[in-house]
C-alpha cells in the first residue's frame, strides 16, 4: 500500500512533522516493500492556501493514507474527496509510525484536526500585523 507521511527529513529515520501543509518534507512510502521517495514540500514558504496546495500533491501520488501531526479543513476536505484517508496525531520516527500503522494501531480520521490556518508563519492568515 502506498501511502505519504509528513517529514521533518528525507528518509525514514526522520520524525513526523506535526504540520502538513507546511511540513519539510512529504515522503511516500511503499509499505510493503519500505520503498519510499522524499519530496521536498513546494508550498512550504506559500502565503495562503498551503493546505489545499498540497493536498493536491497527495492525490496526484495515487496514496490511500496520509499520516500526519495536523491536518486543517481545506486540506482535510480535498484529501477526503480525492478519496484519501486522512491520519493525524501522528508523532515519532518514520520507520516506528509505518510500523504502527501496519500493526493497525492508527484510525482515519472522520474530521480536520485543527482549524484553518494552524501552523501558518506568524502574519500569514492570522489576521496579524507586522510591524516594520
Same mark, same amino acid.
Given at each position: /500500500?502506498?501511502?505519504?507521511?509528513?517529514?521533518?527529513?528525507?528518509? =525514514?529515520? $526522520?520524525? *513526523?512533522?506535526?504540520?502538513?501543509?507546511?511540513?519539510? +518534507?512529504?515522503? =511516500? &512510502?511503499?509499505?510493503?516493500? /519500505?520503498?519510499?521517495?522524499a519530496f521536498p514540500n513546494p +508550498? =512550504?514558504?506559500?502565503?495562503? !492556501? @498551503? !493546505?489545499?496546495? %498540497? %493536498?493536491?500533491? *497527495?492525490?496526484?501520488?495515487?496514496?490511500?493514507? =496520509?499520516?500526519?501531526?495536523?491536518?486543517?479543513?481545506? %486540506? +482535510?476536505?480535498?484529501? $477526503? %474527496?480525492?478519496?484519501?484517508? &486522512?491520519?493525524?496525531?501522528?508523532? !515519532?520516527? @518514520?520507520?516506528? &509510525?509505518?510500523?504502527?500503522?501496519?500493526?493497525?494501531e492508527f484510525r482515519v480520521d472522520?474530521?480536520? $484536526?485543527?482549524?484553518?490556518?494552524?501552523?501558518?508563519?506568524?502574519?500569514? !492568515?492570522?489576521?496579524?500585523?507586522?510591524?516594520?
Amino acid at each position: /500500500m502506498k501511502i505519504l507521511i509528513t517529514t521533518t527529513g528525507d528518509d =525514514l529515520q $526522520s520524525e *513526523v512533522d506535526p504540520r502538513f501543509g507546511r511540513c519539510q +518534507y512529504l515522503l =511516500l &512510502v511503499d509499505t510493503d516493500s /519500505m520503498d519510499f521517495q522524499a519530496f521536498p514540500n513546494p +508550498y =512550504l514558504n506559500e502565503g495562503r !492556501g @498551503v !493546505g489545499a496546495l %498540497a %493536498a493536491q500533491f *497527495v492525490l496526484q501520488q495515487g496514496v490511500k493514507t =496520509l499520516l500526519t501531526g495536523a491536518c486543517g479543513p481545506n %486540506a +482535510y476536505a480535498v484529501l $477526503s %474527496a480525492g478519496g484519501v484517508g &486522512v491520519i493525524t496525531g501522528v508523532s !515519532g520516527i @518514520v520507520s516506528e &509510525v509505518i510500523e504502527r500503522f501496519k500493526a493497525g494501531e492508527f484510525r482515519v480520521d472522520d474530521k480536520p $484536526s485543527v482549524q484553518s490556518h494552524w501552523g501558518a508563519r506568524p502574519g500569514i !492568515g492570522d489576521n496579524s500585523v507586522s510591524e516594520s
